[in-house]
């Protein structure tokens, strides 16, 4: 049963448009979320985040929003660049369970110069 | 950077054997975790352990064990590798930072199981 499902494996985006990467989870217990952005050969480094209280949350080009009613979120990358080209995951916690993320299978994200 | 070596970085073995993972912090955090990233899963968490000596386990722990004696060290181990555990290992630190607990991840033991 997996809590946290990210269904479109890839997408590909023009530079300078906005990507959309979408995550749905089933769990109504997870009051955390966060994305992970990973290159090759690399260890998942974190993006952003946002906490149930809020539906949005901005960090440079990268914003998260979050509909808790449709257990929706979803991270906009504007403007999208070559080096924003990775795999994206989207992860969802409760907030007292330090660290115990329940991760989606990523999406794998390329942008086209 | 968030001070995490994870050794080795690559590993084959055959079935059967016993493997042991490291993953060494030098920040003193308090919580380590092991996760394993395959196709079509996503990262699921193994084990993870809230001080020394102090373990628990996580989603998929079934063939892993962990000893964490040191504050420092969080070892993984395999006891008899099968072939459905060859995967990539990451090993994470957790920290708050900007008002949240988020995980800090080594850079990833590749470990094939022939």
């Known amino acids: 049963d997996q809590q946290v499902k990210q269904n479109s494996p890839s997408l590909s985006v023009q530079e300078g448009r906005i990507s959309i990467l979408n995550c749905d989870y089933t769990?109504?217990?997870?009051?955390?979320f966060l994305w992970y952005k990973k290159y090759p050969a690399e260890g998942p480094t974190f993006l952003i985040s946002i906490s149930s209280i809020k539906d949005k949350n901005e960090d440079g080009r990268f914003t998260v929003f979050l509909n808790k009613s449709a257990k929706h979120l979803s991270l906009h990358i504007v403007p999208s660049q070559p080096g924003d080209s990775a795999v994206y995951f989207c992860a969802a916690s409760e907030s007292t369970s330090y660290g115990k993320l329940t991760f989606g299978q990523g999406t794998i994200l390329t942008v086209h110069p | 950077d968030a001070g995490i070596t994870q050794s080795p970085r690559h590993k084959v073995t055959e079935t059967g054997t016993p493997v042991t993972l490291r993953c060494h912090q030098t920040?003193?955090?308090?919580?380590m975790y092991w996760y394993r990233q395959d196709p079509g899963h996503g990262l699921r968490l193994i084990h993870y352990?809230?001080?020394?000596?102090?373990?628990d386990k996580g989603e998929v722990s079934d063939g892993y064990s962990v000893s964490r004696s040191k504050t420092e060290d969080f070892l993984l181990t395999l006891e008899s590798a099968t072939s459905s555990q060859t995967s990539v290992y990451f090993c994470?630190?957790?920290?708050?930072?900007?008002?949240?607990?988020?995980?800090?991840f080594g850079s990833g033991t590749q470990l094939s199981v022939l």
């Open positions: 352990s809230y001080g020394v000596k102090d373990t």
């Open positions: 769990n109504s217990m997870f009051d955390y």
């Open positions: 920040e003193n955090h308090r919580y």
């Open positions: 994470a630190i957790s920290a708050r930072t900007g008002g949240g607990e988020k995980l800090f």
